[in-house]
Each structure stands twice: as structure tokens, then as C-alpha cells.
């Protein structure tokens, strides 16, 4: 067990894994000579070569699509889009095939394709460059969603994925991949679709995944100041998504805070708490709360920017505000 | 210029094709024919629904190109992908039961007449959206070069697919790679209704393959040994490494974009005129006067295919529904 960067842990991944298996490869824009946008690829070209690190033209549409035609020839491709915002020019071949090709050629095609790339806000980086787009997956059958919060879940989670069978859009956060925690060495597989309890409470769950999920455990922290004992639960996966951690914890405590850095409308924390109510509805005590980013575009002034996304004393205000 | 030579091309290519070949071939060519006529009588009757594309008048394309290929090569197609499929080797009756929706069906009823797959005769599926098949094709060409195996890809697509970025951003990756890959565009004047005068900039498709400095053809889309010949040279320069390349092959729909297009965008004088270059009658005069193949020969052949097809319907009328507890099979692996 060693304490290295969330940047790190996916680099070993990516070398465990490529060590694993020949069929792993890796294509995107910057990924080889450059060492990656944000260096995760860093000095994998000299290890593997041009063959197996793949740089390749600004084409994010073709970039994934050759990874669903490669995957669907026995490959296992991993596409870095080099951010989410640009993965939009992709989302032709992500969800009009990539998600598609298993069921409507009736399970005879099979796509094991793991798409890294990634998200969210915090740097000034304007509209274009900070957003978070989680939603826009959850929101189609077919493809699995990872989005580690943790370095240990970040090798573990892109490690599994490269054992699936399905397309898997994994979601890093450009504000952690400098963020240091303990890896177990080696072979660390974390198993799609099951939610971590990061912290047990009583009182409130706070519901989270990515960047956020430092957000709650802080807010935890504080609230314990006040006599506030919040559970705190890290999804780490949106599908499979493990609302039955989540119902368990609500039973338990009558009160949930879903905490996301997306848009608050149609955002994931929606879901979760339609989930919630569908199935906990009769032990809440308070209505589900949604602490998400506002609803427009990231501005790029300082201030501004912070305005518009969560933050760990908006989950203080909202709890206090629910006991 | 390209003409002239392909026609040369195609002299060879009759040449090169014993008469066994030459037979298979117009057995494809009059199978797919039949089965779109039959499909378009099913379609009237209520058997298939949804959308149903025909390929009726561009058999030449899809028969002369996939003679040039192994078993083992890759082949992607649109969703005016009938032609393609058969000729890659499936039987008409799954193909059939996949426009009835029925359990037997290629894609086991999920797909219909738009996304026919099988793997085991590599034919790697019919893509609804325009263009979307070239950056797979890329990606199967890529799996190919990485293992270092032997196979090719041939992708077919429309006219419609020149002006979208999924076209260009291919042929330049597949260039830029070297890739194995034959881009097949089978030019036939219209993107739906709209002329493909007032959809690309380029008279002539086939040109698009020089700014990706990759070989490209023009070939006459209703001579099926002129469209074999330009393939086999292609396939030949990707198996021996030398990359892609672009044919346009020049065709005909005799029939409208789908079932529900009644075609009112082009002439009777002009559809006449393509009437008359029937790519069937073309090699069925041809091997009657140019091979000396007797007459009742073919004539076997064709009431060989008309069993055939009576039969794809049988099976396909008689083929039990998808269970509807299998609803969400498929969606993941599990």
C-alpha cells in the first residue's frame, strides 16, 4: 500500500493492465509524445510503444468509433477524450453505438470499450472547458458509468472496466488527479456497481461521487461540530448504480442530501432521489435535497465561478436547515 | 479517364472469374433482386414494418465487391444493407425473419431490416445513422493491423454519407494509420430526396480521396466484373500494406429511399433510362453472348432462387415472436 496521486494510480492502472493483457491499447488526442493532457498517460509511450499508445488527429467522433470497431474486433481499446466537453462531438458513436451494438444485433456484438475522459469545474476554465456531464450517460442503457472520487477507487474501478464486456464511460475530475491517498499495490479490482460508506451517521445521508464526495466529508466533519451525525456514501458508480446502500442508509436516518457538481435539472441527483422516494418514501422525514451546480453555463471570474458550484458550507446550511 | 480504364478492368475480371464464379455471382445478384421484390410485396401486406430500404438496381455493387473479399474479411453496411448481407453469405430465411421481427431473425428479432449482424460471416452490421459506419470500419481495420493478421474491411455507404465529418475524419485516420480498409460509396444521386448535386461540392466523389492522398476509382456501379475488378485491386494494395482506398461506384435505387417514398424528386424519363442498365440483364446478356452459357442454365438458376425466397417467407411467416420476457435481454453482457 502506497500513498500516491489519483493521476498515479490511474497511470499504474493503465500499466497493470497493458502488462495484463496485449489487447489493451490506449488512443486519444496528446496521450503518447505529450504524455497526456493532464500527463495520466505519462511515459507510457516509452514502455509500449506507438503500437499500443496511440496518438491521434483532434477526431473525437472517429476516435471513439474506431474504438468500437477495434473493441469489436477483439480488442480492448481505452479512448482518453482529452476533456467531457469535447467528448460531446462523439456522442453519435457513444450512444448510437457504442450503447447500441450488444442488444440490437440481438446479443451477437459485444463493445468492450472503456472511454476515460475528464470533467468538471474549478480552474476558471470558462462554460466551454467545466462542465459535468454524467448525466447525459446515466441516461442511456447500454453503457456503464464509472466516476471515482478516490485514487484507490480510480485504479480499481478503471482496472474492472477493462474486464467488462460493455462500454464504460469512465469519469475523472480535473480537480483530483493531484489528490493523494493509500493504493493497495498490484492486482486491486473495486467491483462495478457497488457504493462505498465513506462515514456512518445517524441523522442525514449525504450522497455523493467525484469531486463532491470531499465536499461531504467536510461537511460532515463540520456538522459534527454541531452535533450532526451524517452518514456519507460514495456512489462511484452511476450504472450499475447502488441505490440499495443509499435506501438502507435513508431507512436509517430519514433524511438524504444528494451532492453533484452537475446541473441540478435533469442531473443525476434527480435520479437518486426519485429512487429514493420510490423506495424510501414512507421512513423520510424531510424532502430529498438536491446540492448540485446552477442551472447555466460556468462563468469564468473567480467569484463567479465558485457562486456556481456546491460547496461544503451550502451542505452544512441544507442539513442544519433538515434536523 | 477512370471509366476507360475500369473497363478494362471489368474485361479482365471476366476473365479471371470461371464460369462456376461467374454462375455464383447471378445467382447473388437475382437472390437479392428477388428477396427485395418479395420483401416490398411483404411490406404492402403488413409482414414488415418499420423502415424498410431497398437495394433493388445496386446488386452490382454490393455482389462485385464482396466477390473480391475472403470469407474472413470484414464487411459493414448501412441500412440498405439486404444486398450486403446475402452477399456476404446469409441465408435469405434469417434475413427474411429479421424484417418479420421474429425470434429466428439475424439479430433474433432486435434489429430489423436496418441492423442485420453476424459475426461468424463477418458481415459487422447494417448502421442507421449516415456515416456512422466508417469510424468503426476504421476501428475493425485497426484490430486487424494490430494483430497483424490478413483480413481486410470493406464499408459500404451512401452518397448522403460524403458531406458528414464522420466521412472525412475517417478517410484521414485510415490514411494517416495505413489501414486495410476499402470505403465503398455507392453514389446513387440521391441522399433521400435530395440530389447529390445539392449536397457535396465535389462532382466527382471518388476525389475526396486525394486530399487523404489514398488511391480512388470511379466505377460503373451497374457492371458487377467492372466494380469486382476495382475491388480486387484495392483489396490487393490493402493486404499487401498499402492502406486504404475510395471507390464510388456509380448506381441506381430502382426504387425510392424507403418503402414510404413514393419518388416524386426524379423523372420517369431518367428512371427509364437506369431501368435499361439493369446490372442483372447486364451480366445475363453478357454470359449468354460474351461465355456462351446456355439460357436453360440460367434458368435453373433463377427458378433455384424463386424456391429460395418462397421459402425465407415461409420460414419467416412460420417463426415464432421474441419471448417478451427477453425484452431487456441484451441490453449489458451479464
Known amino acids: 500500500m502506497a500513498e500516491i496521486s489519483y493521476r498515479e494510480a490511474l497511470n499504474q492502472a493503465l500499466r497493470e493492465e497493458m502488462d495484463r493483457d496485449e489487447r489493451v491499447f490506449i488512443m486519444g488526442e496528446e496521450v503518447g509524445y505529450f504524455g497526456g493532457a493532464f500527463k495520466v498517460t505519462d511515459g507510457l509511450l516509452a514502455v509500449y510503444g506507438e503500437k499500443r499508445v496511440r496518438d491521434t488527429p483532434i477526431s473525437e467522433l472517429t476516435i471513439v468509433g474506431a474504438g468500437v470497431g477495434a473493441a469489436m474486433g477483439g480488442l480492448r481499446p481505452i479512448v482518453e477524450l482529452m476533456t467531457v466537453n469535447f467528448g460531446l462531438l462523439a456522442m453519435d458513436q457513444i450512444v448510437n453505438h457504442a450503447a447500441k451494438i450488444r442488444y440490437m444485433f440481438g446479443g451477437k456484438a459485444k463493445v468492450p470499450l472503456v472511454i476515460r475522459t475528464p470533467q468538471g469545474a474549478g480552474h476558471q476554465l470558462g462554460a466551454q472547458h467545466s462542465q459535468s456531464l454524467e448525466a447525459y450517460f446515466l441516461h442511456c442503457p447500454g453503457v456503464r458509468v464509472a466516476i471515482p472520487a478516490t485514487p484507490a477507487d480510480a485504479k480499481g474501478l478503471l482496472k474492472s472496466a477493462l474486464r467488462q464486456e460493455d462500454p464504460v464511460i469512465f469519469l475523472e475530475h480535473e480537480s483530483l488527479y493531484s489528490v493523494k491517498g493509500e493504493v493497495p499495490d498490484g492486482e486491486h479490482l473495486v467491483p462495478f456497481g457497488k457504493a462505498n460508506l465513506v462515514r456512518e451517521g445517524k441523522d442525514v445521508t449525504i450522497v455523493s461521487y467525484s469531486k463532491c464526495l470531499y465536499d461531504a466529508i467536510h461537511a460532515a466533519e463540520a456538522l459534527e461540530n454541531d452535533g450532526i451525525d451524517a452518514e456519507v456514501i460514495d456512489l462511484r458508480m452511476l450504472n450499475p448504480l447502488d441505490i440499495g446502500m443509499v435506501i438502507e442508509s435513508v431507512k436509517k436516518t430519514g433524511k438524504a442530501i444528494v451532492v453533484y457538481e452537475g446541473w441540478k435539472t435533469g442531473g443525476a441527483g434527480a435520479e437518486i432521489a426519485a429512487q429514493i422516494y420510490e423506495s424510501a418514501f414512507d421512513h423520510l422525514d424531510a424532502p430529498v435535497e438536491r446540492i448540485a451546480s446552477l442551472d447555466q453555463p460556468i462563468p469564468y471570474n473567480k467569484h463567479l465561478e465558485k457562486a456556481a458550484l456546491p460547496s461544503p458550507g451550502e451542505i452544512v446550511r441544507v442539513a442544519e436547515r433538515m434536523m | 479517364m477512370a471509366l476507360e480504364r475500369d473497363k478494362l478492368v471489368a474485361q479482365h475480371a471476366m476473365l479471371n472469374l470461371d464460369e462456376t464464379q461467374l454462375l455464383d455471382v447471378y445467382r447473388k445478384m437475382v437472390t437479392i433482386r428477388r428477396f427485395e421484390e418479395k420483401a416490398a410485396e411483404m411490406y404492402t401486406r403488413g409482414k414488415i414494418t418499420g423502415f424498410c430500404h431497398l437495394y433493388a438496381g445496386e ?47 439475424i439479430s433474433h428479432g432486435r434489429g430489423g431490416s436496418m441492423h442485420l449482424f453476424d459475426p461468424i460471416l463477418r458481415f459487422m452490421g447494417g448502421y442507421a445513422i449516415v456515416g456512422g459506419g466508417l469510424p468503426l470500419a476504421v476501428g475493425l481495420g485497426l484490430s486487424v493491423a494490430y494483430k497483424e493478421e490478413q483480413e481486410i474491411v470493406a464499408c459500404f455507404f451512401g452518397d448522403g454519407a460524403l458531406p458528414q465529418g464522420a466521412f472525412h475524419e475517417s478517410l484521414n485516420l485510415a490514411a494517416l494509420w495505413n489501414l486495410p480498409v476499402i470505403f465503398i460509396c455507392e453514389n446513387n444521386f440521391y441522399g433521400m430526396g435530395t440530389l447529390v448535386a445539392n449536397a457535396v461540392s465535389q462532382e466527382h466523389l471518388y476525389k475526396f480521396a486525394e486530399p487523404y492522398k489514398i488511391p480512388g476509382v470511379r466505377v460503373d456501379g451497374m457492371d458487377v466484373l467492372e466494380v469486382y475488378g476495382a475491388v480486387m485491386e484495392a483489396a490487393a494494395r490493402a493486404r499487401e500494406g498499402d492502406g486504404p482506398s475510395l471507390i464510388e461506384a456509380v448506381t441506381y435505387r430502382f426504387r425510392g429511399h424507403s418503402m414510404s417514398d413514393p419518388v416524386e424528386y426524379r423523372s420517369k424519363r431518367e428512371e427509364r433510362i437506369w431501368l435499361e442498365r439493369d446490372p442483372i440483364k447486364n451480366l445475363r446478356k453478357k454470359l449468354l453472348t460474351e461465355r456462351n452459357v446456355a439460357e436453360p442454365r440460367l434458368k435453373e438458376i433463377e427458378a433455384d432462387v424463386e424456391a429460395v425466397i418462397d421459402d425465407a417467407v415461409r420460414f419467416a411467416d412460420e417463426s415464432p415472436e421474441p419471448s417478451i420476457e427477453d425484452v431487456s435481454k441484451h441490453v449489458y453482457a451479464d
Open chain 2, 59 to 105: 446488386e452490382a455493387v454490393a455482389v462485385g465487391a464482396i466477390q473480391a473479399l475472403y470469407d474472413k474479411d470484414y464487411v459493414l453496411s448501412t441500412y440498405r444493407e439486404h444486398g450486403h448481407c446475402i452477399a456476404k453469405g446469409a441465408e435469405p430465411r434469417v434475413v427474411m425473419a429479421e424484417l418479420f421481427g421474429k425470434a429466428t431473425g
